[in-house]
């Protein structure tokens, strides 16, 4: 079954830093997502993509973030100045032209130091 | 107005037993109501959701409930197992298939034998 795949599955970062998280979609899906979850919190959206820009984004995603899809197969996401706040798992997901439904990647665990 | 609140925060139930989550929201424009199921260390998968034209979907063992009047949705899970311990989320969107999704706080869910 096709799946997202995101790298790392854990980041430790010091607070100040640029990081910045992949993901590889599922091949024929155009729509991309982030999502974090702060621990023991609720999933939140950051930002959708499509067609190489940004199509909706939340009031979390401030000018620290932004997002790339560098070449066919990568979207990542950049934090550019991380804070402690940042520390969540971080989900990408993608979905297809149909909007059957987003599949979601396993996470990244970014813990700011 | 964007919230979507969901209770309980944890769950026990007996194995063979029915697990009930709520869900509430506020926002009349939410059209699409999914439910995600996450197991530790995963990202959210989507379990079953409905669309507000219908009061019930059944898929299985898991059936939605719809109260379009109360803006109330909730998921019964009918003989629960010990591999339905999971986390469990609601959602809810504008327009179907739109993956700027709102979610829930999530229910920890524990089926004891």
């Known amino acids: 079954e096709p799946e997202v795949t995101q790298t790392p599955s854990h980041q430790v970062t010091q607070m100040g830093q640029e990081v910045i998280l992949r993901c590889v979609p599922i091949s024929n899906h155009l729509y991309f997502y982030w999502y974090r979850q702060i621990l023991g919190q609720k999933v939140e959206f950051l930002v959708s993509?499509?067609?190489?820009?940004?199509?909706?984004k939340s009031e979390i995603f401030d000018d620290q973030f932004s997002v790339e899809r560098p070449d066919g197969s990568n979207f990542t996401l950049k934090i550019r100045s991380t804070k402690l706040e940042d520390s969540a798992m971080y989900f990408c997901?993608?979905?297809?032209?149909?909007?059957?439904?987003?599949?979601f990647g396993q996470g990244t665990r970014l813990t700011v130091v | 107005q964007q919230q979507v609140k969901q209770s309980p925060q944890s769950l026990i139930v007996q194995k063979g037993g029915i697990s009930i989550i709520n869900c509430a929201y506020e926002n009349t424009a939410f059209d699409y109501f999914p439910w995600y199921q996450q197991f530790p260390g995963k990202g959210p998968a989507l379990l079953i959701a409905?669309?507000?034209?219908?009061s019930e979907k059944k898929e299985g063992r898991f059936t939605i409930s719809f109260n379009k009047s109360a803006k109330q949705f909730s998921l019964h899970i009918m003989d629960s197992q010990p591999g339905d311990s999971a986390t469990y989320f609601c959602?809810?969107?504008?327009?179907?298939?739109?993956?700027?999704?709102?979610f829930g706080t999530g229910t920890r869910l524990t089926i004891i034998p």
């Open positions: 993509f499509y067609n190489n820009e940004i199509s909706e």
């Open positions: 959602a809810a969107s504008i327009g179907f298939g739109n993956e700027k999704l709102t």
């Open positions: 409905i669309r507000p034209d219908v």
């Open positions: 997901a993608s979905s297809d032209p149909g909007f059957s439904q987003a599949f």
